[in-house]
């Protein structure tokens, strides 16, 4: 039988500190709330314990972020797309965020094995004032340990109605995209890392930003397969392809830690999760 689990998340503020209500139904839970910044930012950390999506299954996730409210969500694994049985299996997350709240949606990568049918949805909402640091980070099987992604697919999409779109279809057959240098040029890891703002930067934000985030990623070993641009007056957008998930993943970490220090005036802090 394929699992369908939902998960709720609804943060607020209350007293100076952001707490944490949450719903679930199925195998999706809230594994433990902390606060090593202080009572203002709320670490969740989400697990699913049966470590896994395989055809049919689906995960539903909504997260609801309240004015003046910080949070941060990550998680202690990946998510694993495994071989399809013929149906997709699909996780989709929902965010909302109301005026001045704050997100930072940092979950550790998904993984698409091969012979999987993986759909991979994101959509967020932001209200001015609102700011949300996300990324999505996907590999394509495992090819330190000789797991090729030699069959099956992946679909990915991340969306702000009337702002940014970004879809895409990977087929593991595609070999002109997978191995050209106008596509993927080998590489088995793509990243996107998205600092959204309900309320238009200014240019000179904008710049600052950039600049923060280039003095990164110039000195890095994958400076020639990472850009960063600002699409529109609401988005700075970093794009990453590496040849595994861990270099990808240890940049996007410290471009996370840029960004929040430029953006919110905030110290890097990276997860307790992050150094299990």
Not at 133 to 162: C, K
Not at 222 to 237: D, E, F, I, K, Y
Request: neutral net charge; proline residues 7%; charged residues 15%.
């Amino acid at each position: 039988m394929p699992w369908h689990a939902t998960l709720r998340l609804d943060y607020r503020t209350h007293g100076g500190r952001s707490l944490l209500a949450f719903e679930h139904d199925g195998p999706l839970r809230v594994l433990k709330s902390l606060y090593p910044e202080g009572p203002g930012v709320c670490h969740s950390v989400l697990v699913h314990p049966p470590g896994g999506l395989v055809g049919g299954d689906e995960l539903d996730i909504s997260v609801l972020v309240r004015s003046g409210a910080h949070a941060l969500v990550s998680s202690p694994g990946a998510t694993r797309f495994y071989r399809s049985n013929g149906a997709p299996a699909t996780q989709r997350v929902a965010i909302q965020l109301q005026a001045d709240a704050r997100l930072e949606w940092l979950p550790l990568e998904a993984i698409a094995y091969d012979g999987c049918d993986a759909r991979n949805h994101m959509s967020f909402q932001l209200e001015p004032g609102a700011e949300m640091l996300a990324w999505d980070i996907t590999a394509l099987g495992l090819p330190a340990t000789g797991q090729a992604f030699a069959s099956g697919s992946v679909h990915q999409r991340l969306h702000w109605p009337g702002i940014w779109l970004e879809e895409g279809h990977l087929q593991a057959t595609d070999t002109r995209l997978l191995q050209s240098p106008l596509g993927l040029a080998g590489h088995r890891c793509l990243a996107t890392l998205v600092l959204a703002t309900g309320t238009h930067m200014s240019a000179a934000r904008q710049a600052a930003l950039l600049e923060a985030v280039r003095a990164k990623i110039a000195p890095h070993p994958l400076a020639a397969t990472t850009g960063a641009t600002c699409p529109n007056a609401h988005m700075l957008v970093v794009r990453v392809l590496a040849p595994l998930v861990e270099p990808a993943m240890a940049l996007c970490q410290q471009l996370r830690g840029a960004l929040r220090e430029q953006a919110w005036g905030l110290a890097a802090s990276p997860p307790r999760i992050w150094n299990v």
